[in-house]
């Protein structure tokens, strides 16, 4: 059965503790795929422990988003967990987490990651979204108190900003990025692939397609960033509503002019309404 409770988790984790283990944490929202299975067994192997938390969290999503429709698969999740062999699933309701009260910039502490990280990508359109994120996460390191925590790098900024907060806030937990995990069409595994039709799914291909032929034509020598730009433009078809195609320093999310090892490319674009991001390293890991 899952762990709904705060101080269940603490307890655990305190005799853990006590016997010198080593605590994983590996943070989702549920819905898990073979992504979310990675981390799971990267996790596994890292540690003596391992504690999945389960929170679809309210306050990382905008009023127009999708909180209320996105999957929820509790039982297959903790079926999922438990065949890979995780110690606790921690699925917390809204009121365990925040209390019963109003979620709103006015009743709750957040964690505001700086505008540099923030303003740019996902940030950009998602206004809000990683204080959300920050602010859960920090409450899952303080509850669970893990030694590692797991990251996929498919939230590419998601994962900067999440490894700046633990820098700057010196929390003592060790962020391991796993890398992205595909269909083998290419498709990015996405808990928000469910809402695409067999169609969209061969539409959203397009995301992977440009990152692919963008880390080729820097292989061929090709370093200006908007030479690099400029390529993606022939694959999108009135199906893509491309959000945001951005070439940028892999550690910092600077801006470059030219690209080298250290370069990210990410992605985000619309299919049948359904955002969905991407990225790939142009230097490789
Ligand atoms: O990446 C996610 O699924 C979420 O943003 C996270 C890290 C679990 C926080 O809610």
Redesign the pocket.
Known sequence: MPVNNIEDVRKNVKEWKKEGLTVGLV???GALHAGHLSLIKKAKETCDRVVVSV?V?PI?FGPAEDYDKYPRTLDADEKLCNSEGVDIVFAPTPAEMYGGGRLSNDTLTYVCPPFFYVNKLCGKTRVGHFDG?CT??LKLFNIVQPDYAFFGQK?AQ?VVIVKKMVKDLNVPVQIIQCPIVREESGLALSSRNKYLSEEGKKDALVLSRILNNIKSCYLKGITDVSALKETAYSFLTDKHDLEYLEILDKNTLEEKDKADDDTIVLIACRVEGVRLIDNVYLGGK
């Open positions: 943070p989702t929202m929170f969290n990382q994120v859960v996460v939230d998601q």
